[in-house]
Nanobody
Framework: QVQLVESGGGLVQAGGSLRLSCAASGRPFSSNTMAWFRQAPGKDREFVAAMRWSGDNTRYADSVKGRFSISKDNAKNMIYLQMGSLDPEDTAVYYC???????????????????WGQGTQVTVSS
């Protein structure tokens, strides 16, 4: 079992920054892919960013490239999403997710992840 707990969401003005955190616990993570997704009201869950627990490969959605950055702290079992130049279109519930089996790619499909956090709300005001 894996437990993921997100934090750091809130209300921010357009153009501002916010850092989301995801605390991971449970089974060892060395083969895992970690990812952030988001879901706005009435929309499908959308890929944001992903990286492996071991190594530095990253993948980003085109909509956040250059504005968001995914990172990790292996010693603390933490995953972060640094978000900058926020836009009202970034308003959503943000979810941390992990895939506990190795894959040769960083999946952008929600079905590729088998554990999810409860989500944290990010609201960007104009």
């Amino acid at each position: 079992q894996v437990q993921l707990v997100e934090s750091g969401g809130g209300l921010v003005q357009a153009g501002g920054s916010l850092r989301l955190s995801c605390a991971a616990s449970g089974r060892p993570f060395s083969s895992n892919t970690m990812a952030w997704f988001r879901q706005a009201p009435g929309k499908d869950r959308e890929f944001v960013a992903a990286m492996r627990w071991s190594g530095d490969n990253t993948r980003y959605a085109d909509s956040v490239k250059g504005r968001f950055s995914i990172s990790k702290d292996n010693a603390k079992n933490m995953i972060y999403l640094q978000m900058g130049s926020l836009d009202p279109e970034d308003t959503a519930v943000y979810y941390c997710a992990t895939r506990t089996t190795w894959a040769p790619y960083l999946s952008s499909n929600p079905s590729g992840y088998n554990y999810w956090g409860q989500g944290t709300q990010v609201t960007v005001s104009s």
